[in-house]
């Protein structure tokens, strides 16, 4: 056992009360100033980084419900290609895509000596699925699997050395996925959002089982409008412009996925819906417990990180409680939620390598 003290929403309902807007949170906080309104570039924020020692391809697969599942290879181009080596598969935030910190986090790896794969999850990103920007956690986490299943079948890949890395909503994707696949020989966490536990709880288990229920009993009438041809409602995510009365939360998420800093629009999506999930597949979150069974997943390690000053550490601490051994919580001094999306200063690079390095 080790814990180390490294420390430091869209057409949205009406009259949205104070839990709606924690899960509208869920978009994805920097330590930037919360009164800024420009971007943070502090810390070596680098989303859209490239390296010039790395080799990037486009890949594509399909996953058991045969949707094309699109992602984007690194290989270290100083690769002895006589060998086979280890791979590690990196999801990206919920809501958001592989250019948004799923690649800085597969090239980084990449220049550490990895083969790595980041994707873009079924619904969202290049990746097939229908309605866009729909919520299925059980499709999610097979989309990792179908990964696993690629990768098998490269020559310059030891399936029997394979990763997983999730960032943010991912976090608790991969844990589902190593649950019942595995073929995960480790399993890494960054900033992770238990996805099922915030929409049932909102942070830090401010919402009540009656204001959960209004939200179900919302959803459950809007499936009644869009079934009878209604148009399709969003939710949660990234508000779109800040006032005097915009939450700091929602002021770290609107700093990475509303500026240059991270915004990025694939050409599957409107502008106006980038982290924003359909108002009644979201509800699905509420049935998502991947934090069940969790302690089945050893003796593989597990490697949960977050920033000590992290409005989402909450998650990464009941999983470390709850999982078995071996495992490690590893806290970042002085990092929020959404730093360790992208600032390279801050994200501990060297421990994930040591992680990685040491387990595949």
């Known amino acids: ?48 980084y490239q390296s010039d020692s790395v080799a990037m391809q486009r890949v594509t697969f399909k996953n058991q419900y045969n949707m094309e599942v699109v992602g984007n290879l690194f290989i270290p181009k100083n690769l002895d290609k006589k060998m086979t080596h280890p791979v590690i598969v990196v999801g990206h935030p919920m809501g958001a895509v592989k250019e948004q910190s799923a690649n800085l986090y597969a090239t980084k ?5 990895f083969i790595t794969l980041s994707l873009d999850l079924s619904f969202w990103g290049e990746s097939e699925g ?28 030891d399936r029997t050395r394979i990763g997983v890395l999730g960032i943010c909503g991912s976090g608790s994707f991969v844990i589902s996925a190593a649950k019942i696949d595995p073929r995960m020989k480790a399993i890494a966490t960054v900033s992770m959002y ?30 009644d409008l869009e079934f009878g041809g209604g148009e399709i409602q969003y939710t949660s995510g990234t508000v779109h412009q800040l006032d005097k009365d915009t939450h700091p939360i929602q002021r770290e998420f609107y700093d ?11 050409a599957s999506s409107s502008p106006q819906l980038t982290t924003h999930p359909t108002l009644t597949s979201n509800i699905k979150f509420m049935n998502f417990y991947p934090f069940n069974d969790i302690e089945t997943i050893s003796p593989r390690p597990m490697l949960f990180i977050t920033g000590d000053k992290a409005h989402s550490k909450e998650f990464s601490e009941e999983a470390y409680r709850l999982a078995g051994e071996p495992k490690e919580l590893y806290y970042v001094k002085g990092a929020g939620h959404v730093d360790l999306y992208d600032r390279t200063a801050l994200i501990p690079w060297n421990k994930l390598t040591e992680f990685f390095s040491k387990t595949l």
Not at 109 to 113: D, K, L, P, S, Y
Not at 130 to 150: G, T
Not at 260 to 266: D, L, N, S
Request: charged share 20%; aromatic share 8%; proline share 4%.
């Open 1 to 48: 056992m080790a814990m180390i003290q490294n420390r430091e929403p869209t057409m949205y309902m009406k009259n949205l009360n104070k839990i709606t807007k924690a899960i509208i949170m869920l978009g994805l906080l920097s330590t930037a100033s919360l009164t800024a309104f420009a971007q943070d570039m502090s810390n070596g924020a680098d989303n859209f």
């Open 109 to 113: 790896m990449a220049e550490q000596g």
């Open 130 to 157: 229908q309605p866009r920007n729909a919520v299925s956690p059980d499709i999610y986490a097979e989309d990792f699997s179908a990964a696993v299943d690629y990768l098998g079948t490269n020559k310059l890949i």
């Open 194 to 223: 238990n996805m099922g536990a915030v929409n049932r709880h909102a942070l830090n288990h401010s919402q009540t089982v009656e204001q959960r229920k209004k939200l179900i009993a919302a959803a459950a009438k809007q499936r």
């Open 256 to 266: 990475f996925y509303r500026t240059p800093r991270g915004e990025y629009t694939p």
